[in-house]
């Protein structure tokens, strides 16, 4: 075969196989049209539904806050232990450990705990209003719940579970439902921390959003003043057990210093963060998206209805 025959060939299967690609989409185009009323009534169908479920699906509300770290409090006691350490072990004497690190982290990690949440809803009664809440009434801003899980009336829960689990929620499902509406981000450049209440009660949002922040602060300040009393104590007995007049102005001034903790403490509501924007009542609702659950239920009809048009004209 010489080269042109050759050329002419190839150009002919070319032409050929752009034929078969047009005779193709030719074909895919009639399998279609030919079952139009069946896309267009699965589709339509499928519009329908998704709008309904749009339309019953509850609001969901986020309320959030952002945080500043609030300044630190404990490098003067870090600065005494780094400079009587030494001294301190050569008397025998087991100072107690000043290095506590950044409370940012501590209050983040805290947030976070089993022991933390669960008394935080146990506190503040939020059991029912975190498991059983309906629908909130934007009208009258009443939430109703669900009477399967929760009688209002009578305050007593009502769902059917299997042992162990008890009609009344556990600590540890409270927990598990709290972290699915709680969400806590920090910027590493800034240092700023965002927390956030989702809640079918936009109210109820923003108030958790409030408690959260108020209790994490009360935590962390009892948690240190109760340290720095401790820390008192046991230095004013290491003072009464010594004669060495250095190891007795070191006690002195590490007692300063704790005493200036526990003043500190006792005049600073936001112990751990700063509260820089505020959790309001959203006007708005941040789910659910009722305009993409159509288009991506219309979508789906579509799809599912033409796959089910070519498997009716081909279905082998």
């Given at each position: 075969m010489?080269?042109?025959?050759?050329?002419?060939?190839?150009?002919s299967?070319t032409?050929?196989?752009q034929v078969?690609?047009?005779?193709d989409?030719?074909k895919?185009?009639l399998?279609?049209?030919?079952?139009?009323r069946?896309?267009?009534?699965?589709?339509?169908f499928?519009?329908i539904v998704?709008?309904?479920?749009?339309?019953l699906?509850p609001n969901?509300?986020?309320a959030s806050?952002l945080?500043?770290?609030?300044?630190e409090?404990?490098?003067?006691?870090n600065?005494?232990m780094?400079?009587?350490?030494?001294?301190?072990s050569?008397?025998?004497?087991?100072?107690p450990s000043?290095n506590d690190?950044?409370?940012?982290?501590?209050g983040?990690?805290?947030?976070?705990?089993?022991?933390f949440i669960g008394?935080?809803?146990?506190?503040?009664?939020?059991?029912?209003?975190?498991?059983?809440?309906?629908?909130w009434d934007?009208?009258s801003?009443k939430?109703?719940?669900?009477?399967?899980m929760?009688?209002?009336?009578q305050q007593?829960?009502t769902r059917e579970v299997d042992?162990p689990?008890t009609?009344?929620?556990?600590?540890?499902?409270?927990?598990?439902q709290?972290?699915?509406?709680m969400s806590?981000?920090?910027?590493?450049?800034?240092g700023y921390?965002s927390?956030?209440i989702?809640h079918?009660s936009?109210?109820?949002?923003a108030?958790?959003?409030?408690?959260?922040?108020s209790?994490l602060?009360?935590?962390?300040k009892?948690?240190d003043?109760?340290?720095?009393?401790r820390?008192?104590?046991?230095?004013?007995?290491?003072?009464?057990s010594t004669?060495?007049a250095?190891?007795?102005?070191?006690f002195?001034?590490l007692?300063q210093?704790?005493?200036?903790?526990?003043m500190l403490?006792e005049v600073r509501p936001e112990?751990?963060?700063?509260?820089i924007d505020?959790?309001?009542?959203?006007?708005?609702?941040?789910?659910?998206?009722r305009i993409?659950?159509?288009?991506?239920?219309t979508?789906?009809?579509i799809v599912?209805s033409?796959?089910?048009?070519?498997?009716?004209?081909n279905?082998?």
């Amino acid at each position: 075969m010489t080269k042109s025959n050759q050329e002419e060939t190839n150009s002919s299967s070319t032409r050929h196989s752009q034929v078969s690609d047009e005779i193709d989409f030719h074909k895919l185009f009639l399998v279609l049209w030919s079952g139009r009323r069946l896309i267009s009534g699965v589709s339509g169908f499928a519009a329908i539904v998704s709008v309904i479920v749009a339309l019953l699906l509850p609001n969901i509300y986020t309320a959030s806050a952002l945080l500043s770290p609030a300044e630190e409090s404990g490098g003067g006691l870090n600065s005494l232990m780094s400079q009587y350490g030494g001294l301190a072990s050569l008397a025998g004497v087991s100072l107690p450990s000043g290095n506590d690190g950044s409370k940012a982290q501590l209050g983040i990690q805290i947030l976070q705990s089993r022991i933390f949440i669960g008394t935080f809803v146990n506190q503040h009664g939020l059991l029912p209003d975190l498991m059983a809440v309906d629908r909130w009434d934007a009208v009258s801003k009443k939430m109703t719940y669900d009477p399967a899980m929760y009688d209002a009336k009578q305050q007593t829960w009502t769902r059917e579970v299997d042992p162990p689990l008890t009609s009344k929620p556990s600590l540890q499902e409270a927990f598990k439902q709290f972290q699915e509406i709680m969400s806590i981000s920090e910027d590493a450049q800034t240092g700023y921390v965002s927390i956030s209440i989702e809640h079918k009660s936009p109210i109820v949002a923003a108030q958790w959003v409030e408690w959260l922040v108020s209790d994490l602060n009360t935590t962390v300040k009892n948690q240190d003043v109760s340290e720095a009393t401790r820390s008192i104590e046991y230095l004013k007995q290491q003072i009464s057990s010594t004669s060495l007049a250095e190891l007795r102005a070191m006690f002195f001034e590490l007692i300063q210093s704790q005493t200036e903790t526990v003043m500190l403490a006792e005049v600073r509501p936001e112990y751990v963060f700063k509260t820089i924007d505020p959790a309001v009542v959203p006007e708005e609702e941040s789910q659910p998206n009722r305009i993409l659950i159509c288009i991506f239920g219309t979508m789906f009809g579509i799809v599912f209805s033409s796959l089910l048009v070519f498997f009716r004209h081909n279905p082998r």
